[in-house]
């Protein structure tokens, strides 16, 4: 069985340029997430997906951050303008409804210089 | 709200040893917990989870992990440690709704293992 893909696995632009990540799931999977990691601290949810719809945003700063979920599937997320502050590692993870149990892609390095 | 703490942000052992990673827990509503392990460079994969039944549960490589309701705590064990397991560990509590679970992880524990 296929991971949890995504790309690029390393990115490094200067601040106010914008960048995209490209997460593709596990097939099957309905639900898909974005985690924002940034050094030294544990994962933090970004965004929630379930199937296209937005199940959970709180998280996500809207004035520079988006996502989408094509077709219940892929997924980008974006940033535009980029801070310093959001130099980390993005995380995407997919599972089905039920059981809980998260399955976590390699992750994208994002450098902001 | 959810929320996780790891005692001790660095544990050095030496190889052989007991593993004892520390993890406990704040949650409203019986917690489902999870351990899982980030080598350099990688996603997280997932070690054990506790959702209902039997307490001590079995993971990969040789971990185990008991849920103390009554302590809050869920602490990650290996009996004899490995040079494979230096990585990073991340305890985490979901609060599931019924349209998928959102994780909230501690900071983490980073495990180095000494021949």
């Known amino acids: 069985e296929a991971g949890v893909a995504q790309s690029p696995r390393y990115k490094i632009i200067e601040k106010r340029q914008s960048v995209a990540f490209w997460c593709n799931p596990i097939?099957?999977?309905?639900?898909l997430y974005w985690y924002q990691q940034i050094l030294g601290q544990g994962p933090k949810l970004l965004i929630q997906?379930?199937?296209?719809?937005?199940?959970?945003d709180s998280q996500l700063p809207k004035d520079r951050f988006s996502a989408e979920r094509l077709k219940g599937v892929d997924s980008t997320l974006k940033i535009q303008p980029a801070k310093l502050e959001d130099s980390a590692v993005y995380l995407c993870a997919s599972s089905v409804v039920y059981p809980p149990e998260q399955f976590f892609g390699p992750g994208t390095r994002l450098t902001v210089l | 709200a959810q929320s996780v703490t790891q005692l001790g942000s660095h544990v050095s052992v030496s190889e052989g040893a007991l593993v004892l990673l520390r993890c406990n827990y704040s949650?409203?509503?019986?917690?489902?917990l999870f351990w899982y392990v980030q080598y350099p460079n990688q996603g997280l994969q997932l070690l054990l989870k506790y959702t209902t039944g039997a307490t001590l549960v079995k993971g990969i490589n040789g971990f185990e992990a008991e849920f103390k309701k009554s302590e809050t705590s869920f602490h990650l064990t290996k009996p004899s440690a490995h040079m494979s397991d230096a990585a990073e560990y991340f305890c985490?509590?979901?609060?599931?709704?019924?349209?998928?679970?959102?994780?909230?992880f501690g900071t983490g524990t980073r495990l180095a293992v000494r021949p």
């Open positions: 985490a509590v979901s609060d599931y709704d019924g349209s998928g679970d959102k994780l909230t």
């Open positions: 949650s409203s509503v019986p917690p489902y």
């Open positions: 997906f379930q199937n296209n719809g937005v199940v959970d």
């Open positions: 097939s099957g999977h309905a639900t």
